[in-house]
Each structure stands twice: as C-alpha cells, then as structure tokens.
C-alpha cells in the first residue's frame, strides 16, 4: 500500500502512470474502513505518461485507507488499474523538523527527514499506544440500555450509525435524512461518549444540559448487548505539541550515527574497561530521556485520551 502524507485543510495529488498508449485516465476513490465512496475526478497529465488526480480538501482532511480505481483510456477502449494507498499526517512535518532541531541540511535530505519522521511516527504509536491522527473510520460500541454510549475512541463527527447492522441515524446525506432515535444525537464535550438528547427539557431557565437519564427510554435507548456501528471522524483534530517535539527529537536521534549511547540514561562509564552502565528505565522507554518525559502524560493512557 502506498502512503501519502497529508496536511491539514489541503489537497492531496496521487499520480498514476499508465500504459504506453494511454491517452487520458479518469479516477474513483473509495473509503475500504468504511467500504464508501469518496470521490471520483479526472487527472491531469505529464511526461512519461504520468497523470495525476487531486483529491479535494474535503477527502483529504483524514487518515484513511484507499482503492482507487483508474480508468485508462486509448482509441482502442478503455480499461480499469485498482491501486491501495494509505494517507497519513505527519507528526511533524519536514519544515517543522528543521525549526525544532538543528539540522545540517547540507547533509540530510528532506526525504531522508521524511523516512525518519515514518519511523518516529510509527515508534511513538507503538510506545504509547496512541495513534494521534485524525481518521475517518466506522467504529463499533455496544450499547447498556442506557442514552449514552462509550467510545472506544475519542468522537469528532457522526454521519452514520448502524444498529446491528441497520441503519438507524443518517443526517450526512441532504434530503434522505434518517433518525429513528425521536431525539438529537450528541457527541459528549470529552469526546469519549455519543449521547441521545431531549431538547424539549434542555430549555429550562435558560439552562442547556443534557437531561437525566432516567427520562429517556424506549426507541431512545441504546439497547443492550446491541452492536452500534458509528461511521464518521476520529482521534485528534491536531498533533499535540509534545508529540510533535517528541517526533523531531527522534528524528535528530536517528540521523546521528552515535544515536544508541547518546542521551539514552546512562548512569556510569568505566574507561579501562569500558564498562557502560544503563539506568533501569532504559529498556522500558524510547532511548531518549527527554522523549519519555514529553510523551509520559500519554503512555499508558485510555486510546480515547482526547485534546
């Protein structure tokens, strides 16, 4: 699978090349978490036979996982290349890199910075446990009879929800709205949980709160045992600072070639030996001290930890 890094509020340019012949190709895109359609375009073209199709700001806005199905044409017909690609935001981008530490960029090239940022990126998720991206995705919680339901991970918009496996609540498609909940449905303010809403009793002395739970029943509950599918956007509207830090200092690490034994906790050195002797810590943390200690509000944490 290909992967393109993204950026906030921007469009995304994929390229193709085709066969020898091919005079213009024309794209689909789909969405394979959500097994929906994104978008479809036609491509622009260059030398080499290269083309070139944009996804709006619209679709490119998340991380997500793509087919997209490229249509060639020639004068002789047409025929149809179905490529994957994965789209990410960086941690931290190659210019924010190069402010944050001190780079010889004589020497390092910004796709070696890029390859690192992958590596730090990827080691960071793993280390906390935490992907902080913003992804469009379907994520399944389970229902306790209850007129909120908990979330496996933090919630940033709901278009769909699915009660095993039918479909219960659409307001993302204009003119074909459904909710069979009687009530508006909410994303709490910590994020961490999607709640049904009266707003008949949220009026009261001008005081706009959720109402008890007591007061909801019936074709408003989330039911039991029952698999509620939410489709829609998830995680962190933005890298936390930290992380971002964190990601270039990494970054730095792995560009020097002393990167295992500088910084890494080392309590004594013996010379004649040549005795290294490592703090108990080491082999539990990144290898960078100051990484650990800016990533620590984050390690062990819930995967719905929210900014």
Do not use: H
Not at 22 to 44: E, I, K, M, P, R
């Amino acid at each position: 699978m290909i992967e393109y890094l993204r950026s906030d509020n921007a469009e995304l340019q994929i390229s193709f090349t085709a066969a020898s012949g091919v005079t213009s190709v024309v794209f689909s895109a789909y969405d394979l978490d959500t097994a929906s359609f994104v978008q479809s375009g036609n491509t622009s073209s260059a030398a080499s036979q290269v083309f070139t199709g944009t996804l709006t700001t619209d679709s490119a806005q998340y991380d997500r996982n793509l087919k997209i199905d490229w249509v060639s044409s020639t004068a002789s017909g047409a025929s149809s290349t179905i490529l994957y690609y994965s789209m990410k935001r960086p941690y931290a981008t190659v210019s924010r890199i190069k402010e944050l530490v001190d780079i010889d960029t004589t020497t390092v090239s910004n796709s070696t910075l890029t390859k690192y940022e992958k590596k730090a990126r990827l080691f960071i998720d793993a280390y906390t446990g935490i992907r902080f991206a913003k992804e469009y995705d379907s994520v399944v919680a389970f229902g306790d009879n209850s007129d909120t339901l908990l979330m496996p991970v933090p919630v940033l918009k709901i278009d769909q929800i699915y009660e095993d496996d039918i479909l219960v609540y659409d307001l993302s498609t204009i003119g074909a709205s459904v909710n069979k909940f009687d009530y508006t449905i909410e994303v709490g303010p910590s994020k961490t949980i999607i709640k049904i809403k009266n707003d008949a009793l949220l009026n009261i002395s001008g005081i706009n709160e959720f109402p008890d739970t007591n007061l909801i029943r019936g074709a408003s509950t989330f039911v039991k045992d029952r698999a509620y599918r939410i489709v829609g956007a998830f995680g962190f509207e933005y890298v936390p600072n930290e992380v971002e830090l964190a990601t270039a200092l990494l970054v730095d690490d792995y560009i020097c070639n002393d990167w295992n034994i500088r910084n890494k906790g080392i309590e004594s050195i013996k010379t004649d030996s040549y005795d290294l002797q490592y703090g108990k810590m080491f082999a539990s943390g990144t290898g960078n001290l100051l990484v650990d200690s800016l990533l620590a509000p984050w390690v062990g944490q819930p995967r719905f930890m929210v900014i």
